[in-house]
């Protein structure tokens, strides 16, 4: 089982749109969470951290839940360029691990 | 301005030869890494450096070398290079060993024949 799972995807949605996206770790000693974006062809940066009280920024919606292992991003009012992959990162002992990502593709 | 630059861009190579990728941060930053991603896209550390020692050596071939000069610089040095080495290569930095936000460089295409 890989550390960190993420939405197989791809996920094709139409401007406006609002889309969830999961993630789920195996480490319960992960110890902080993030969200980060990478454009095709692109490095990867980073969107949102993940905080146990759930946090917003914008559109973007990041929640936690550490008995349950999972982290969500939900994206509202989708924009055309929003299309991009989202990867679910978890840092623990100072050690990040990345999931495969989800492609989003936002079309007019 | 750049934050953290990689060297080269791009790099095409023959099997068996023998490659460096330099990486530069001018952020200040304590801690530097090298992420490998593959075909598949799955992004997969491969060191980490704290003030230019080694902290995070993941399972990679020991033909692959990292080193730190000074704390702006990481260089990734592989030996006898191997078709399935073909991936982007991403330095990234962050200010300190258990810090949050980690930068990254724009990526090293390597494509070995």
């Known amino acids: 089982r890989k550390e960190v799972e993420q939405d197989p995807g791809p996920f094709n949605v139409p401007e406006g749109a609002t889309v969830a996206f999961n993630c789920t770790y195996s480490?319960?000693?992960?110890?902080?969470f993030f969200w980060y974006r990478q454009d095709c062809r692109k490095e990867p940066k980073l969107l949102m951290s993940?905080?146990?009280s759930g946090n917003e920024d914008g559109r973007f919606t990041a929640q936690l839940n550490r008995a349950s292992q999972y982290i969500s991003l939900l994206i509202r009012d989708s924009k055309l360029s929003d299309s991009a992959t989202y990867l679910c990162v978890v840092n623990r002992a100072n050690d990040m691990r990345f999931g495969a990502g989800t492609r989003l593709t936002v079309k007019p | 301005d750049t934050a953290v630059s990689q060297t080269p861009k791009y790099l095409v190579t023959q099997m068996g030869n023998d490659k460096s990728i330099k990486c530069e941060q001018n952020?200040?930053?304590?801690?530097m890494y090298w992420y490998k991603q593959d075909s598949k896209k799955f992004l997969k550390i491969m060191f980490s450096y704290n003030n230019k020692e080694l902290i995070i050596n993941e399972t990679v071939p020991n033909r692959f070398s990292p080193k730190s000069p000074d704390k702006a610089h990481l260089n990734l040095h592989i030996n006898s290079l191997e078709l399935g080495d073909s991936a982007v290569y991403f330095c990234?930095?962050?200010?300190?060993?258990?810090?949050?936000?980690?930068?990254f460089g724009p990526g090293t295409r390597l494509t070995v024949l």
């Open positions: 480490n319960s000693a992960s110890q902080s």
């Open positions: 993940v905080y146990s």
């Open positions: 990234a930095s962050s200010l300190a060993v258990s810090t949050d936000t980690q930068y």
């Open positions: 952020l200040g930053h304590d801690t």
